[in-house]
């Protein structure tokens, strides 16, 4: 990567905020955008939740849950529970200062502004000085057929606790949805595309699938760089492993790399994965096999470190 | 009043639903109906406030504050820190299980339900089970005048701490509005009404210029009981006085019971003004003094049984 150029990092939950957070403590504000999915937005209580935005806005606000969930660290739960008392359903767990920023979303999105503007609003007040753009202001809402029933991204995976089978997954809307004007414009000064240790399915496929993205990270000119989210043939954190396996992929690092062709020079493994390196470049993409288990914030910058070291190569 | 009669309660904020709680200790719940001004409603972080209705559904349900003030007991404002981190303003002091409250009450009404059916919807979920209604389903918002300009009851009476001058006060919407279908049902049913010791002008007021409301109130052939807001030339609780003063009326419960001229037949004074009667008589009115100042359930359940036995009067 050259000297000061910019990387566009794409990214998905708790995974995806790791690296996030980690790009954001080895580049400078001016260098780094972060594109995170929007297919698991939803409307609990008429009020706009965006889990993977605020996952990655309170991760590098330094408010996250320490433990790894989603949230805000330390919060209250008093809210839901009166929610609760008024006959709502509370199986999607929202503490009250996170219900703040979904009333101050909705709020702002009634009032006429996008989604981007109100996620940079958001993030620079909580004092964020990098980047974070939905991957589109146009509703797209990942949606499983499984083998019982239709269901949204947050039924199946917190209210049904990701138990029923996968059959296929959709991405609606996404064929309608246009490429927020932040991420159009990070896709074409980008000199670094990363693509962070996310559910391929869940969290980054919402992604691709927006109107026009795969054929413009097809045609970008620049390093792309993947990161594995599965690591010994089992999922770093989340029910990917599960819903590969139901879809019929392999589950190993090799059948995560394979929902990137195309769209990554690079496809970084973890050491333990160092002997499927051959499978991943029968996909057509180089393997790197590194420690890429992010436990402590120095992990996160170290795996960034060598990331953007792989943009130089 | 008639074995079994039912009673109709006009009320504002805490004077108000002290005695709505002290007549639902006295009576069954289908004998009683307590309406509740709606003019200081207002919309803060694109939620739905009611502070009056939710006086007295906290009152009743048993979960106010117990210092008399608004809002539950308990209650804790990490929402609300966190909408100031955003930038919203917070002078208007919500906690988190009252924002729940706001929350459900604004999708409730946004999927189409009237604000009678919210306000019962959620009593009734927090086990009140006397009718608490809106004074109507339609919007009335009470703007003072004052030395330092327009501002809504809310602005005047919270964030100005009532230090502007009022000048003049209106009920914007009041001429359009209808009377609630249950507070209309309940004035053609009601064997007494009675007006709470609410302030005249900002609680009061707003219910009486809803349109056709007075006329009723006029016309109604049972018997009307209203309890002065004013003891010995104060006000028991808040700005009331202080705004008597400004808008030229006397301040003293002489001056409050000319604001209920033809829609009251007995005014209740407390006894320390037991004097003013002869005053409270040349405006038409029957005085009847007795001690109206409830500091305990018991007080507010002996003043509802004092106002019963005038019924019968």
């Not at 503490?95 to 981007?116: K, N, P």
């Not at 509703?139 to 996968?166: C, H, I, K, N, W």
């Not at 949805?177 to 559910?199: F, G, Q």
């Not at 391929?200 to 594995?228: D, Q, T």
Request: hydrophobic fraction near 40%.
């Amino acid at each position: 990567m050259k000297p000061g150029g910019k990387v566009l990092a794409l990214a998905g939950g708790v995974g995806g905020a790791k690296l996030a957070l980690g790009l954001s403590r080895v580049l400078p504000p001016e260098q780094l955008v972060i594109c995170v999915n929007t297919g698991d937005d939803d409307c609990f209580h008429g009020l706009h939740v965006s889990p993977d935005l605020d996952t990655v806005m309170y991760t590098l606000a330094g408010l996250s849950e320490p433990t790894g969930g989603w949230g805000l660290a330390g919060d209250t739960f008093g809210g839901l529970e009166m929610l609760g008392l008024y006959g709502a359903e509370t199986w999607f767990n929202l503490g009250d200062r996170d219900l703040a920023t979904h009333i101050r979303r909705t709020q702002l999105l009634r009032q006429g502004a996008t989604l981007s503007e109100v996620t940079d609003h958001l993030a620079r007040r909580l004092g964020v000085a990098h980047s974070i753009v939905p991957m589109s202001d146009d509703p797209v809402r990942t949606v499983l057929d499984t083998d019982q029933g239709r269901m949204s991204m947050q039924q199946y995976f917190v209210q049904r606790r990701a138990e029923p089978a996968a059959l296929r997954i959709r991405y609606e809307g996404a064929q309608e949805a246009r490429v927020a004007p932040a991420m159009a414009e990070a896709l074409d000064k980008a000199s670094l595309i990363v693509l962070c240790p996310s559910n391929p399915y869940l969290s980054i496929g919402p992604i691709l699938a927006v109107s026009g993205m795969r054929e413009r990270l097809e045609g970008a000119s620049v390093h792309r760089v993947a990161v594995s989210p599965i690591v010994g043939g089992a999922a770093v954190k989340g029910p990917t492993a599960k819903i590969m396996a139901e879809l019929g992929g392999k589950v190993s690092c090799v059948g995560a790399a394979s929902q990137y062709r195309g769209i990554c020079d690079t496809f970084v493994i973890d050491e333990v994965d160092a002997h499927l390196g051959p499978g991943i470049a029968g996909l057509g993409m180089k393997p790197a096999a590194t420690s890429i288990i992010m436990n402590t914030d120095e992990d996160k910058a170290a795996l960034a470190r060598v990331i953007l070291e792989m943009g130089d190569g």
